[in-house]
């Protein structure tokens, strides 16, 4: 399993290779499966996140354009 500590490149390039698998129409979170299991809130949530992240902090060229459009600017990880 991997633990992410800090805000890496590594972390970017998973966290955005998620989207086309487990994006969701949900706009509360996107559930984040396989290596990592987190939630990718995508408004500010009551518990404290791990991670805060810029939307332009993630891959785009990763992210199908139809779902990065839809994309807040600021999302929330939790794990």
């Known amino acids: 399993m991997i633990v992410f500590s800090k ?3 590594r972390f970017f390039h998973y966290v955005s290779g ?5 994006f969701s129409k949900t706009k509360e ?7 990592v299991e987190a939630k990718l809130y995508f408004e500010k949530p ?3 996140p791990k991670f805060i992240i810029q939307k332009d902090e993630l891959e785009e ?3 199908p354009e139809e779902i990065y459009r839809q994309l807040p600017d600021t999302m ?3 794990r």
């Open 7 to 9: 805000k890496s490149e």
């Open 18 to 22: 998620q989207f086309t698998k487990q």
């Open 29 to 35: 979170f996107m559930p984040i499966k396989g290596l």
């Open 46 to 48: 009551s518990e404290e």
């Open 61 to 63: 060229q990763m992210i």
């Open 76 to 78: 929330y990880y939790l």
